[in-house]
């Protein structure tokens, strides 16, 4: 079994600071690990993923996560937001034919 | 044009009727999927489907039924509908031979059950 925990249901944060959005998993074999984002009245597009190789996956709009397996966490981060990053952030792990999701991290992002 | 589309977008509807949620894919994916998202709760699987003759119950399952017309086709129905049936619907899919558990979804259905 595996269990997806985002530690953060809410991060408001200023224009032009950092952002992270924690994501910690449960599985005791490997996995492979995604972050969506679902932007106001939108359905969910992947953001980045983590399927092997390099432990550090960035996206093409400046996030980047950074997979630990001695600590079974997929952190999201970005060193400066902008106001089209308000969104809702999904972590999910896959393990064979199903996704298990996160309950989701709202970013607020003030100008 | 959209790869996952569903219909309709939005429906409302009452307390005990039938209520039947399409998806199509035009990307030629073999692996279907129902999630409803609910706030706080995250997505959470209703049903997939590897193929048209293998259909799996996911860990919401009770109150729902879907079929596979062909491949490019899933729907969800909700036989007879409850209120806390009210929720955001997607279907997405994948294709794992790809060596990618990538799942793209479609853009939802918002349901109200009254």
């Known amino acids: 079994a595996q269990s997806v925990t985002q530690l953060d249901s809410q991060v408001p944060v200023f224009e032009e600071a950092p952002v992270e959005l924690r994501c910690n998993y449960s599985?005791?074999?490997?996995?492979?690990l995604f972050w969506y984002v679902q932007y106001p009245n939108q359905g969910l597009q992947l953001l980045l993923k983590?399927?092997?190789?390099?432990?550090l996956v960035e996206s093409i709009n400046g996030f980047e996560a950074e997979f630990n397996k001695s600590q079974t966490s997929f952190h999201l981060r970005k060193p400066s937001v902008h106001i089209s990053d308000t969104a809702e952030y999904f972590c999910?792990?896959?393990?064979?034919?199903?996704?298990?999701f996160g309950a989701g991290t709202t970013v607020t992002v003030r100008a | 044009d959209a790869d996952v589309t569903q219909t309709p977008r939005n429906r409302i509807t009452k307390t005990g009727k039938r209520i039947m949620l399409e998806c199509s894919q035009t990307?030629?994916?073999?692996?279907m999927y129902w999630y409803r998202q609910d706030p706080g709760l995250g997505l959470r699987l209703i049903y997939y489907s590897f193929d048209v003759k293998d259909i799996n119950k996911g860990e919401i399952s009770d109150g729902y039924s879907v079929s596979r017309q062909a491949q490019a086709k899933f729907s969800l129905s909700l036989e007879s509908a409850i209120p806390n049936q009210t929720a955001l619907y997607f279907c997405a899919t994948s294709e794992p031979r790809t060596g990618d558990e990538t799942q793209y979804f479609g853009p939802g259905t918002r349901l109200l059950v009254l």
């Open positions: 599985s005791s074999v490997s996995v492979y």
């Open positions: 999910a792990v896959s393990l064979g034919d199903k996704l298990s």
């Open positions: 990307k030629g994916h073999d692996r």
């Open positions: 983590y399927l092997s190789g390099s432990t």
